[in-house]
């Protein structure tokens, strides 16, 4: 039989596919729409197609956001959007389905009745063989870091749902946390802004397209774009520009939370940690590493060397990528677990 070797980030906001021998081959939000046929649930699209339906969608046809604060929390939603992704990325070549082998990220503290899950959830969209290892380790592999050696370092994971921060030794994880701060509650926090600055309603679509166009950590940002959304008092449609400026103390604030964490994770460790953090800083990835100004603010508020990677959103399923074909660090790696 054939087989087929793959790494999942189901993340809040986006699940992502690597194909070992291919590469990442599949990044998408991670919704499903569903058609109500007769009470029953049909689906009708997943990922782009189903998230750009968001607040759009017929009577009938209802999205779904399965993944919720970085863990599954509509077990069939996810298990019908990650078969129809898996079906997406089969190649034409393959006559009958291929034996698929997995290495998913999962929740720091995951529980065994949550692993349990998430191998049903697995098992249900196709996926014959499943490894767990917990996303922050799998982010810190995609960021080249040297989790194996005496001090793998810490690194800090901005996802959509939640921020995970971990520091790293032998191939385990030596103290770490992890908070309710993501992406998704941030673009929730500028929707309210928008609509208190400017009366004005946006959908969760504009909000996060306006973040990625001109948001950022550095104060007194000059950038502006045009929004469209509906007045709030007279009902109409109406666009309007918004600045960076407005929206900067909402992301600070969210930002600092962050940090602050980082720093307790940091104290929490012994003084050697700390001396190894002190001289070789820290690594931040995940979709909310990219915004502009957080490398100079953490920098600043933490007096310590921060290293955002170029693919920092693409860390934990490059990370599973890398660990399909290092099978001796995936050993090292799960004797921790």
Request: proline share 3%.
């Amino acid at each position: 039989m054939a087989k087929m070797d793959i790494a999942l980030d189901l993340g809040t906001s986006f699940t992502s596919i690597f194909v070992s021998g291919y590469g990442i081959v599949l990044h998408e939000p991670s919704v499903i729409a569903y058609f109500d046929d007769g009470g029953k649930r049909k689906t009708r699209a997943v990922g782009n197609e189903a998230y750009y339906m968001m607040g759009k969608a017929p009577e009938k046809t209802k999205t779904v956001c399965p993944i919720i604060d970085g863990a599954i929390k509509d077990s069939e939603a996810c298990s019908d959007m990650l078969g129809e992704f898996i079906t997406q990325i089969l190649p034409d070549s393959y006559i009958i389905k291929p034996k698929i082998r997995c290495i998913v990220g999962v929740p720091m503290g995951i529980t065994v009745a949550d692993r349990e899950m998430y191998e049903s959830v697995l098992m249900s969209a196709g996926i014959d063989e499943i490894t767990m290892v917990n996303s922050v380790m799998l982010a810190a592999v995609g960021a080249d870091m040297p989790v194996s050696s005496n001090f793998g370092g810490i690194v800090a994971t901005i996802g959509g749902g939640a921020t995970e921060i971990a520091i790293l030794s032998l191939g385990g994880i030596v103290t770490g946390c992890g908070i309710n701060i993501g992406g998704d509650m941030i673009d929730s926090a500028l929707r309210d802004r928008i609509m208190g600055v400017y009366k004005m309603n946006v959908g969760r679509p504009s909000v996060r397209a306006l973040k990625e166009k001109i948001c950022s950590l550095i104060r007194n940002d000059c950038a502006s774009a045009k929004v469209s959304g509906i007045d709030v008092e007279t009902k109409n449609i109406c666009t309007l520009d918004v600045a960076a400026e407005r929206l900067y103390g909402v992301l600070y604030d969210y930002y600092k939370n962050i940090i602050d964490a980082v720093e307790g994770v940091i104290n929490s460790g012994t003084p050697t940690v700390a001396a190894e953090i002190r001289k070789t800083g820290i690594t931040v990835v995940g979709g909310g590493a990219k915004i502009p100004g957080l490398k100079q603010m953490m920098s600043k508020l933490l007096n310590i060397n921060v290293n955002i990677p170029n693919e920092a959103e693409y860390a934990t399923v490059l990370g599973g990528g890398k660990l399909l074909s290092d099978g001796e660090l995936l050993d090292d790696i799960l004797e921790h677990l």
